[in-house]
């Protein structure tokens, strides 16, 4: 089993800026990916970003430019740094690490985006 602490949600304001943090632990495997989603009240889960062992990334294209995922291997850590948010950019963000045998979630934060 894996383990999955998110951090870093709240409410920020528009044009602010937000960093999500996830800790994995546990069960970890040497090769896996880590990735954000978002779930908005009323919508489907959706991702965000997703980054490789080895630092691809993958992001939502409506994202481009303003999200910019990463990862601390030593630390087992994944970050979303958000940037210019938005009142659209409100949803649960949901962390999740992919591995051989499995796909793992975290409890969810909130990010709330309103003046």
């Known amino acids: 089993q894996v383990q999955l602490v998110e951090s870093g949600g709240g409410l920020v304001q528009p044009g602010g800026s937000l960093r999500l943090s996830c800790a994995a632990s546990?069960?970890?495997?040497?090769?896996?990916?880590m990735a954000w989603y978002r779930q908005a009240p009323g919508k489907q889960r959706e991702l965000v970003a997703s980054?490789?062992?080895?630092?691809?990334?993958n992001y939502a294209d409506s994202l481009k430019g303003r999200f910019t995922i990463s990862r601390d291997n030593a630390r087992t850590t994944a970050y979303l740094q958000m940037n210019s948010l938005k009142p659209e950019d409100t949803a649960v963000y949901y962390c999740?690490?992919?591995?051989?045998?499995?796909?793992?979630w975290g409890q969810g934060t909130q990010v709330t985006v309103s003046s």
């Open positions: 999740a690490y992919s591995r051989l045998g499995g796909t793992f």
């Open positions: 546990g069960r970890i495997f040497s090769i896996y990916t």
């Open positions: 980054i490789t062992n080895d630092g691809n990334t």
